[in-house]
């Protein structure tokens, strides 16, 4: 652990945090993706697949179940919630999300650390969580309407990841053999996604207006 990991873990639990008080306080899905949502709660499906099968740490425990937890009951409020549902703008959010989930999973067929079912799935989720957030990119590029929140929420996860790059830059240079390729080149392409909404956000920041981003 160091201050970069534990600075992107409370990130991405703060995005979560924020995704969570949009829904329950405003009952309101509006410019969120159910596409994306659903792509996180598989990635986080697979990626924890251990969780009751080898133990790590209680900190690293409870964050597999708060992640798990979350995405999933995500994807319950904006699918059954008989408010938040109403909210949601299926018309909009079209991407085809599971043409992305076939790739991942035979790439992770072919590049993995290890060939066995845990290894693969995990080289799976990793691969998944880097294009998960397009989805929602193209609502919001689509939408143009982006309220605080839903910009908050996508920013976050955006510098979740960035951080985690810093965190395997720190690791490299301080741990003996801190070598994961699949990892490494994963998050910075998941981080290079978000570029374009990194330059809107600042730039309607800088400037006091709402923000949006081109169509």
Not at 82 to 107: A, E, G, N, W
Not at 190 to 215: C, E, G, I, R
Request: aromatic share 18%; proline share 1%.
């Amino acid at each position: 652990m160091n201050i970069f990991r534990l600075a992107g873990d409370m990130t991405h639990l703060f995005s979560v945090l924020v995704l969570l008080l949009k829904i329950h306080t405003i009952k309101s899905c509006a410019g969120i993706s159910l596409k994306t949502q659903e792509l996180y709660a598989t990635v986080f499906t697979t990626r924890y697949l251990d969780l009751f099968t080898t133990y790590f740490s209680l900190y690293n425990t409870i964050m597999k179940l708060i992640f798990l937890g979350s995405s999933i009951s995500i994807v319950w409020y904006m699918r059954h919630h008989k408010m938040v549902r109403r909210s949601y703008d299926k018309d909009q959010d079209t991407f085809r999300h599971y043409l992305l989930m076939l790739p991942c999973l035979l790439l992770a067929l072919l590049i993995n650390e290890k060939f066995t079912f845990l290894e693969v799935m995990w080289a799976f989720s990793l691969y998944l969580e880097a294009v998960a957030i397009l989805p929602q990119l193209v609502l919001l590029q689509r939408t143009r309407n982006i309220d605080n929140l839903t910009g908050q929420y996508v920013l976050l996860l955006g510098a979740y990841r960035a951080l985690y790059v810093l965190n395997w830059i720190y690791r490299y240079f301080t741990e003996e053999n801190y070598v994961h390729w699949i990892t490494w080149v994963s998050g910075i392409v998941q981080t290079l996604l978000y570029a374009d909404f990194f330059y809107y956000y600042f730039q309607s920041w800088k400037n006091n207006v709402k923000l949006q981003l081109p169509a």
